[in-house]
């Protein structure tokens, strides 16, 4: 059972150490429930599913690092993670916000649907993979240091930027760019080479329009995350983006 | 708090949940001793990684008042294949020490062969008959037993080291061999979810051949042909498990091929044609000629592994990362595991956490002697 | 009087006289002489062999082939082909020739395996966005690789391995004489294995110098005729083959009637024009085994050590004559079923001997293993390789590549009428009729070859997604991932692949 250490008007403090993900997360889902709008959580080590399911505009701070799946299904609350993150954040996630002040694992962003995810350092292998939108639902995933192989695969919509800061002498993301992608758009800042893309992507100059868009973005990144901005400019992006939309229509013979 | 009394909570808790096995592995690399305390302690993060059908740990420099003998931990179903097995061994080896490993009985822990540890060297003269390295002649032994010997399997032969696993929730192992108890400059650790082998003791992690422990997580489709490429080199595959065909490939490759380990590493995670393309000659060349003489070695379907042996402990992933792997560093030691936040657990404040790419090694080399 | 014969037509050819619009094309187009013209098409269907070049280029479709609908009493024992078969030879004295393969109804291993697929325990790759590896290499592979340090905190081989030819995929074109195909046909094959990264095979025809630039595609073969066979000729091409044996005339020689020895045929076999070529049964300095090691190194001196390939017919004792070519030398062994194809060979040895490729492919690499040497050869699977389905289980039973020559052949409009024989072949293809042989332009057969082998390819990725795997080398011999299907157990036992559900 998840200790009270705080209880205040300016939210709950819960101890996590040593407590199974399910007690936490019960107690999470209670407290919220009650209307509780701000959970600080102490000691996270590995617990999964935080903010799993969540709907409604909560704030979760978590001091640790959470484990597996963090938000997955989430649709409405806010996380903020100090510290690194697992595999799996924002799994099919469909509203809400996720801040990293660190690294994340694999697998970020999977199939989301809506809300932002904000990681601060590196991200791993297969982020971004099969995000979608829908008029004004827009995913969006920013990373601000660099990415593992798969970058954006199967994208179908949503928004994906990739910023590099940190090691210079790293690309800035693997191989199998974008592979796959029939929708959206991936801004990259730092060195691409044609070998590392998907066969569907093509990198095409930022739009006015887009620069727009990424320079709030970047804004808002840099102010949740802390991250030092001063050496990012939005002419340093370039946008990969589909070519086709049915790149496939060649394969079947009848 | 004894470490029953927090498990045991979870276990009431705890519903199936599907997810794939769980690894985690420290060296000391100047050779400090690490209790197996903490290994344990790592794997308890791990705990929904398993689904309590297997779990075990490996242990190097646990033995140092012996550390010239070949450590044999072997379970037997009954008392006849013991004393078949004895048999054999008095023959082809000078047993100093034969006795019980220690165990302390846990409810949750059932089914428990009868567990035995022998310490020992080839006999000269059989040795000088077969003409075989000292090495080479415990392999052979170690295949025989386990294919002749009936209800009886060698889980460990090394020198120095020791394999401890179950049918169990890695902790609930840790706690029937009384790991603890033990110090050794590098441990490795596991918990299992199998689907493809029934739960017996056999076809938990690590596998075990001379001093290579290995633990591993994925599931490997090219086992058919990774496994008849060994059996040309006398390798027999028993124990049911993919798993068991990494054991012998760094074996072979290593000890017997003498492939450096970074080699050996991108022979089973072989870089893909073009990039062996884009390279220089002189690597170009070396990759090439090796993926066409081992590309029955290459290792395909998602895995993560951890490797112990005498001089160090690898980290591999497949060269897509289809599993995870986490590594971090604090002063002399190295940690790697599926998750950062079981090297979190026993050491919540690293140096340096990155996550290794698909194909790159991480190696860990113990210093001087130890 | 007697008719000219006694054996009723296979065929009836039926023209729809409303639908005909007199333009001849099918009396133009039919190379058996079906079809004269009075005022209107009219068809003789005993010269007709159901090659459908007429039904295809008729521009009103009117033309349509059906088999004879004369009715025999049944008899399970005389099938019709068997009572032809008797009134031929009472007619004319000799053995009965056909073409092609094997067609009676032996089974077919191929069509009781089934392949493995991964689902929850082990992902499936997607081969359109993720990696997937079809390189291949044809050659001797040492025992292990001699690693050193290079000096600059690298590593480098002390025995960089050579003498391999790289395939981007593991599918070739098996070996079709010149003389039993037209030139065009050699063209089109070389300039699809180039295209796609693989090889033809020139077979024992000789290499005609028109297709002298494409030597780095092609594998000259060295027959027991030595047709062609001359040091420029063993130094063009990345590898030589000694052709023992075909599949679908095992340890019989080869006949090509002299109607097909044309000028070009005949400068390029160096034998007169019209005279029969003859290809003797066994090579005649070729009496046991270690005559073969004989011959497999002086071809190496000749050619500079290139590889050597050594092509036989499956028969009883393949794994042992297998493990016999592997230790005299050679770095590649074909193997062709008794499914194989073929311009002539007598039916009675084409439909009765040898055995299938797929039991021959299992019992030559499970030896090659159990003996340690398995590295020392690549094996190619050839015989009966009818679709994607079959290369992957060949690979999975343990081939490194298999070799397509019925299927390219067909790629190029052939209908399997097995009439290659006669030399009338409608479609240009096993033909040296100028007037036939033109009919096949070379950009379009390529093609055509390359559009099937792409097809295959991409279907080859999508079954090695489904199993996981991500490069070829891991399914080979990866028995593992097949099981059978209604297969006997003692066959399914001596391939070594396990029941399904087990």
């Known amino acids: 059972m998840a200790k009270t250490i705080k209880q205040s008007s300016n939210g709950t403090v819960l101890e996590a150490k040593g407590v199974y993900y399910r007690q936490l997360n019960e107690q999470i889902r209670e407290r919220i429930g009650q209307g509780e709008k701000d959970i600080t959580l102490d000691g996270v080590n590995g617990q999964r599913y935080i903010g799993g399911g969540l709907t409604d505009g909560a704030v979760i701070t978590i001091n640790g690092v959470p484990g597996n799946d963090l938000g997955a299904f989430m649709n409405g609350p806010t ?168 790149p496939y229509g060649n394969l079947y013979v009848y | 708090m004894a470490f029953g009394d927090q498990y045991s909570k979870w276990r009431v808790d705890q519903e199936h949940v599907a997810s794939a096995c769980g690894l985690s592995g420290v060296i000391s690399q100047d050779g400090h001793r690490i209790g197996g305390d903490v290994i344990i302690e790592s794997m308890t993060v791990l705990h929904d990684r398993g689904n309590g059908l297997g779990g075990g740990f490996a242990g190097y420099g646990i033995y140092p008042e012996m550390k010239d003998l070949y450590a044999m931990h072997i379970m037997f179903e009954d008392a006849s294949g013991k004393a078949a097995c004895e048999e054999l061994l008095s023959e082809e080896m000078e047993i100093t020490l034969g006795e019980e490993l220690p165990t302390k009985p846990i409810p949750r822990i059932t089914d428990v062969p009868l567990l035995w540890r022998y310490f020992g060297q080839p006999r000269k003269e059989m040795l000088e008959a077969s003409g075989m390295t000292a090495d080479d002649f415990m392999v052979a032994l170690v295949m025989r037993i386990n294919t002749v010997v009936p209800g009886t399997f060698v889980f460990s032969s090394g020198k120095n080291m020791g394999v401890f696993k179950a049918v169990g929730f890695a902790e609930d192992v840790g706690e029937f061999f009384r790991v603890s108890e033990y110090e050794g400059h590098t441990w490795i650790g596991h918990g299992r979810f199998p689907t493809n082998t029934p739960g017996w003791w056999g076809g938990a992690h690590p596998f075990n051949i001379l001093d290579w422990a290995v633990v591993h997580n994925g599931e490997i489709s090219s086992y058919g042909t990774n496994k008849r490429y060994l059996e040309m080199f006398g390798y027999t595959c028993t124990l049911l498990t993919d798993t068991e065909v990494m054991a012998y490939l760094f074996d072979l490759l290593i000890r017997k091929h003498e492939l450096p380990m970074e080699v050996a590493c991108k022979v089973m995670a072989a870089p893909f044609w073009k990039d062996i393309d884009k390279m220089k000659e002189v690597p170009r060349d070396l990759y090439r000629s090796l993926r066409m003489t081992y590309s029955s070695a290459l290792v395909n379907g998602p895995f993560a592994v951890l490797v112990g042996h005498q001089r160090g402990l690898v980290g591999l992933n497949d060269r897509i990362k289809l599993r995870p792997l986490v590594a971090a560093t604090k002063d002399d030691r190295l940690y790697v595991s599926s998750e950062e936040s079981a090297i979190r657990q026993v050491c919540p404040k690293p140096d340096t956490v990155w996550a290794p790419r698909g194909g790159e090694p991480v190696i860990g080399v113990l210093r001087g002697d130890a | 009087m007697m008719p000219a014969s006694l054996v009723p037509s296979e065929f009836l050819v ?400 052939c209908r399997l009428c097995q009439k290659c024989y006669t030399g009338n072949c409608s479609w240009g293809i096993a033909t040296q009729r100028p007037e036939l042989t033109g009919r096949l332009d070379p950009e379009w057969g390529a093609e055509r070859l390359v559009n099937l082998v792409e097809s295959w390819k991409l279907e080859l990725k999508e079954v090695l997604g489904a199993l996981g795997v991500n490069s070829i080398e891991s399914l080979r011999g990866n028995r593992e991932r097949l099981r059978t299907l209604g297969l006997d157990s003692t066959t399914s036992e001596i391939i070594d692949v396990r029941p399904a559900g087990s």
């Open chain 1, 79 to 246: 996380i903020i993670v100090n510290d690194n993150a697992q595999d799996g954040v924002a799994n099919t996630m469909n509203a809400g916000k996720i801040i990293v002040k660190g690294h994340a694992g694999d697998v970020v962003g999977y199939a989301m649907r809506g809300g932002k995810v904000f990681v601060s350092g590196d991200v791993g292998y297969r982020v971004g993979i099969h995000m979608k939108s829908f008029k004004e639902q827009v995913p969006v995933i920013v990373a601000g240091g660099h990415a593992g192989d798969f970058f954006g695969e199967y994208m179908a919509g949503g928004i994906l930027v990739l910023i590099g800061l940190g090691n210079s002498d790293k690309p800035v993301a693997g191989d199998y760019l974008g592979t796959g992608m029939h929708g959206g758009v991936i801004f990259v800042r730092g060195k691409i080479d044609e070998d590392q893309l998907g066969k569907e992507v093509r990198v095409f100059q930022t739009t006015d329009e887009e620069k727009a868009t990424l320079s709030t973005l970047l804004e808002e990144f840099g102010s949740d995350t802390g991250a030092d901005m001063s050496a990012v400019k939005v002419e340093d992006f370039v946008a990969l983006k589909p070519f086709s939309h049915r």
């Open chain 3, 14 to 413: 039926e023209v729809d006289q409303d639908k005909c619009r007199r333009c001849k094309r099918c009396v133009l187009n039919c190379g058996f002489g079906a079809f004269t013209f009075t005022d209107r098409s009219v068809p003789d269907s005993s010269k007709c062999v159901a090659c459908h070049r007429c039904v295809m280029f008729c521009p009103e479709s009117a033309i349509t082939i059906k088999e004879n609908p004369l009715t025999f009493r049944q008899h399970a024992m005389w099938d019709v082909d068997k009572r032809k078969a008797i009134w031929k030879q009472a007619e004319h004295s000799g053995m009965i020739l056909t073409g092609m393969g094997n067609d009676l109804p032996y089974l077919s291993v191929f069509d009781h395996i089934l392949i493995d697929a991964c689902q929850v325990t082990n992902p499936s790759i997607d081969p359109l966005r993720e990696p997937m590896e079809l390189r291949t290499y044809l050659g001797r592979k040492p025992d292990r690789i001699e690693v050193e340090p290079d000096g600059k905190g690298g590593f480098k081989a002390d025995n960089v391995v050579t003498n391999n030819i790289e395939l981007d995929l593991p599918i070739m074109f098996s070996g079709m004489s010149y003389g039993s195909v037209s030139l065009n046909v050699h063209k089109s094959l070389a300039m699809a294995a180039k295209k796609l990264g693989t090889v033809m095979n020139t077979g024992e025809g000789g290499l005609h110098k028109e297709l002298y630039d494409y030597a780095d595609s092609i594998i000259v073969q060295c027959a027991s005729g030595r047709f062609g066979v001359h040091s420029e000729y063993l130094n063009k091409g990345v590898a030589v083959e000694i052709k023992i044996g075909q599949g679908a005339k095992p340890g019989i020689g080869g006949h090509l009637p002299g109607e097909k020895i044309g000028r070009e045929v005949s400068s390029t076999r160096m034998i007169p024009v019209g005279t029969d070529a003859l290809s003797p049964a066994p090579h005649h300095d070729i009496y046991s085994i270690e005559d073969l090691r004989q011959l497999i190194y002086a071809l190496k001196e000749a050619t500079g050590y290139k590889p050597i390939s050594v092509k036989i017919a499956t028969v009883h004792n393949v794994a042992a004559i297998a493990s016999g070519i592997a230790r005299a030398g050679a770095d590649i062994i074909y193997l062709d079923g008794f499914r194989g194809g073929t311009g002539a060979s007598p039916q009675i040895v084409r439909d009765h001997v040898g055995i299938p490729m797929e039991i021959a492919l299992a019992v030559v690499d499970q030896q090659l293993r159990k003996e340690g040497i398995r590295n020392w050869v690549s094996i190619i699977a050839a015989g009966g390789i009818r679709s994607s389905a079959d290369v992957a289980k060949a690979i999975a039973l343990g081939a490194d590549a298999v070799g397509i020559g019925t299927a390219a052949l067909m790629a190029l409009g």
